[in-house]
């Protein structure tokens, strides 16, 4: 058995972490009925989380990539005006944290960096409002 006080301090927090997130799931799970069994946070492990232990799709997890759906998410995707407004609150939002950093963060390949991460949230966010969170 593993003595607690003999782990280092960020260990701990961890598996801290991991038992309330587990917690957390079991109760989620338990209001919806949901019949899933395996943990959604595994340690040390990949866990496949898109499907039930009855082999069904959890309600609330997207669908994934797959050679099935490979021409929807390839294909360009028009927006309704809601998706338009979602994305205009995106860009502004990402244009404001883009000019803080240019304007407080020093020059170099950590601020470059920063710069490159916005890049691809934005990328990443008009990606789930054009699927709908399909994706």
């Not at 404001?96 to 390949?109: D, E, L, Y």
Request: hydrophobic content about 40%; aromatic content about 6%; glycine content about 6%.
């Amino acid at each position: 058995m593993v003595n607690l006080r003999d782990m280092p301090t960020a260990e701990v927090e961890r598996l801290a972490e991991h038992a309330a997130l587990e917690a957390m799931r079991r109760r989620h799970n338990a209001a919806a009925g949901c019949e899933r069994q395996e943990p959604l946070v595994d340690i040390g492990k990949a866990v496949d989380t898109s499907a039930t232990a009855s082999g069904r799709r959890h309600p609330y997890l997207p669908e994934g990539f797959t050679i099935d759906n490979l021409d929807a998410w390839m294909t360009f995707q028009p927006w309704d005006p809601q998706q338009q407004d979602a994305g205009t609150q995106v860009r502004e939002s990402l244009a404001a944290a883009a000019k803080t950093i240019f304007r407080v963060v020093p020059n170099g390949q950590f601020r470059d960096e920063a710069i490159r991460l916005i890049i691809r949230c934005r990328m990443a966010a008009n990606a789930a409002i054009s699927f709908k969170g399909r994706f």
